[in-house]
């Protein structure tokens, strides 16, 4: 079976800094891993590179069975990465957004309108589509931004600090969405610098502590 993501030695350089020093792991499709770190110490940097955001100095990084450095068009159409922070006009409902960003990973007609559906009814979104994003918790802005990662039907998601800033309930709330996409079979990379927000969620941990593996 093909891994669902298999990081290969990779190394980034912000001048004399190595911000990712030499790390490699693996995830195996359905598999939970919670990437854990103090704040600086290489989680989303590694996540960028592995997102295609960001290119290693050296190393590679394999999505799939695909290398995100000759291949980062169909990388990106296997992954979906929630950052730790994210914009959206306030003033757009929920069901305009998830729309634009439908149509934007090329879905059209019946597929968009039922993708968009189905992401809004596993996010438990569907009862407020025409609800300003303004107007949503903090829970639901997280409900919604996993449903936008979630668009193009990924085979890993790279979620970046998902439960920051949550409230007891939205973390449970979280914690079970996750589960269900893992169930699916879908590869969850999930960092945290808190390790008891992943313990009852994780398969795997990868610890990070300036830029290497522990």
């Known amino acids: 079976m093909t891994s669902a993501l298999e990081i290969r030695g990779i190394t980034k350089r912000f001048g004399a800094m190595k911000a990712v020093d030499d790390v490699t792991f693996s995830l195996e499709p359905g598999e939970i891993c919670g990437f854990i770190g103090p704040n600086g110490a290489g989680k989303t940097t590694t996540m960028r590179?592995?997102?295609t955001l960001e290119l290693?100095?050296?190393?590679?990084?394999?999505?799939?069975?695909?290398?995100?450095?000759?291949?980062?068009?169909?990388?990106?159409?296997?992954?979906?990465?929630?950052?730790?922070?994210?914009?959206?006009?306030?003033?757009?409902?929920i069901a305009e957004y998830l729309d634009f960003f439908a149509r934007a990973h090329?879905?059209?007609?019946?597929?968009?309108?039922?993708?968009?559906?189905?992401?809004?009814?596993?996010?438990?979104?569907?009862?407020?589509?025409?609800?300003?994003?303004?107007?949503?918790?903090?829970?639901?802005?997280?409900?919604?931004?996993?449903?936008?990662?979630?668009?193009?039907?990924p085979k890993l998601l790279i979620l970046d600090e998902p439960a920051a800033g949550l409230d007891p309930r939205a973390r449970v709330e979280l914690r079970e969405l996750v589960s269900a996409l893992s169930d699916t079979g879908k590869a969850v990379l999930l960092s945290s610098h808190i390790l008891t927000e992943l313990a009852e969620v994780c398969d795997s941990v990868a610890v990070i502590e300036a830029g290497r593996l522990q």
């Open 56 to 93: 290693p100095d050296s190393g590679d990084v394999f999505v799939d069975g695909v290398s995100v450095l000759t291949s980062a068009r169909e990388v990106r159409s296997r992954l979906g990465f929630m950052p730790d922070s994210y914009g959206a006009y306030g003033a757009t409902t």
């Open 106 to 153: 090329g879905l059209r007609g019946k597929a968009r309108s039922q993708t968009i559906a189905g992401v809004m009814d596993f996010t438990s979104l569907h009862p407020l589509a025409g609800k300003h994003i303004d107007a949503l918790s903090k829970g639901m802005k997280q409900r919604l931004c996993l449903a936008k990662t979630l668009l193009n039907d």
């Open 49 to 51: 590179i592995v997102s």
